[in-house]
């Protein structure tokens, strides 16, 4: 066998290049395992952060509340008048489920009373009284002037009514009524009027229910743009203006009238009532 004899130096040189080497390859062997390591620790750490991050967001997100719970605030919502807050609520819950289904229908029924007439009950003094229907703006008391319709429930049948009331220092003595609704004139002849003495002087009334004549008057009033009331009678004459407010509760009557089944039909005459009585009528 071929052999190389090296001297003493060159041994010394040859070990010492095997030396390096072989802790060269030994530091790249240890940064191997030591740097794949610290990245796998590295991963698992950020894995758990995100994890961490992730909990701590579900746990302060609002929990979604159950229906129950919505349609209690719902029911809670509506009796405050706070509609906007109803509907609110309403979309928490799935569209498909029952609970919907019966928030939607509160709503709607609330949303229908909210747009019905405001209508004032009054029941009647006596057993035998019958019930009032009022608008809400109408007066409570004979010591206001004012012109209104009102109807009365008699055994389940509806009537409606007009009334005209005059307060003043003395009695008017009423004998009839002239309504002026923009060009239009209707005037009507009183029969005996009711009267009493108030604090502020005497109360006079004219209430009797609607015929064509006076629902023909209540309806031009309905429409104009101006109207004026004149009260005459043997002891004075009044003239005021018929306000907003009073023409709007006709209409208001009217429909809470029809809402609850009164039929205004017998009223509708084929030919309007003449704007002034005849002479016959007068005689009357």
Same mark, same amino acid.
């Given at each position: 066998?071929?052999?190389?004899?090296?001297?003493?130096?060159?041994?010394?040189?040859?070990?010492?290049?095997?030396?390096?080497?072989?802790?060269?390859?030994?530091?790249?062997?240890?940064?191997?395992?030591?740097?794949?390591?610290?990245?796998?620790?590295?991963?698992?750490?950020?894995?758990?952060?995100?994890?961490?991050?992730?909990?701590?967001?579900?746990?302060?997100?609002?929990?979604?509340?159950?229906?129950?719970?919505?349609?209690?605030?719902?029911?809670?919502? +509506? %009796?405050?008048?706070?509609? !906007?807050?109803?509907?609110? *609520?309403?979309?928490? #819950?799935?569209?498909?489920?029952?609970? /919907? $289904?019966?928030?939607?229908?509160?709503?709607?029924?609330?949303?229908?009373?909210?747009?019905?007439?405001?209508?004032?009950?009054?029941?009647?003094?006596?057993?035998?009284?019958?019930?009032?229907?009022?608008?809400?703006?109408?007066?409570?008391?004979?010591?206001?002037?004012?012109?209104?319709?009102?109807?009365?429930?008699?055994?389940?049948?509806?009537?409606?009514?007009?009334?005209?009331?005059?307060?003043?220092?003395?009695?008017?003595?009423?004998?009839?009524?002239?309504?002026?609704?923009?060009?239009?004139?209707?005037?009507?002849?009183?029969?005996? +009027? %009711?009267?009493?003495?108030? !604090?502020?002087?005497?109360? *006079?009334?004219?209430? #009797?229910?609607?015929?064509?004549?006076? /629902? $023909?008057?209540?309806?031009?009033?309905?429409?104009?743009?101006?109207?004026?009331?004149?009260?005459?009678?043997?002891?004075?004459?009044?003239?005021?203006?018929?306000?907003?407010?009073?023409?709007?509760?006709?209409?208001?009557?009217?429909?809470?009238?029809?809402?609850?089944?009164?039929?205004?039909?017998?009223?509708?005459?084929?030919?309007?009532?003449?704007?002034?009585?005849?002479?016959?009528?007068?005689?009357?």
């Amino acid at each position: 066998m071929f052999k190389i004899k090296l001297n003493e130096e060159a041994r010394f040189g040859l070990i010492t290049f095997v030396a390096f080497l072989a802790l060269l390859l030994l530091m790249v062997i240890l940064n191997f395992l030591l740097g794949g390591t610290k990245d796998k620790t590295a991963v698992e750490k950020k894995k758990e952060k995100t994890v961490i991050i992730s909990e701590a967001k579900q746990n302060n997100s609002t929990p979604k509340p159950l229906p129950k719970a919505v349609v209690s605030t719902v029911r809670e919502a +509506i %009796k405050k008048t706070d509609p !906007e807050t109803a509907y609110i *609520e309403i979309n928490k #819950v799935a569209k498909n489920s029952p609970e /919907y $289904e019966e928030l939607r229908k509160i709503i709607a029924e609330d949303t229908r009373k909210r747009k019905a007439p405001k209508v004032r009950k009054e029941e009647g003094t006596s057993p035998s009284a019958p019930i009032r229907y009022l608008d809400e703006s109408s007066p409570r008391d004979r010591m206001t002037e004012a012109i209104f319709v009102y109807f009365v429930d008699v055994s389940n049948i509806l009537l409606p009514h007009l009334c005209i009331q005059s307060a003043s220092k003395k009695p008017l003595k009423i004998t009839g009524f002239t309504i002026t609704a923009d060009s239009k004139v209707i005037e009507i002849i009183s029969p005996p +009027i %009711k009267q009493e003495n108030t !604090e502020k002087g005497v109360a *006079e009334w004219y209430d #009797v229910p609607l015929d064509q004549r006076s /629902y $023909e008057a209540v309806q031009a009033m309905i429409k104009a743009k101006k109207v004026t009331l004149t009260i005459t009678g043997s002891g004075g004459k009044t003239t005021r203006a018929v306000t907003d407010s009073e023409r709007k509760s006709f209409r208001q009557i009217l429909d809470g009238y029809a809402a609850l089944g009164g039929s205004l039909d017998y009223l509708k005459a084929a030919k309007p009532a003449p704007s002034k009585p005849s002479a016959k009528q007068k005689a009357k």
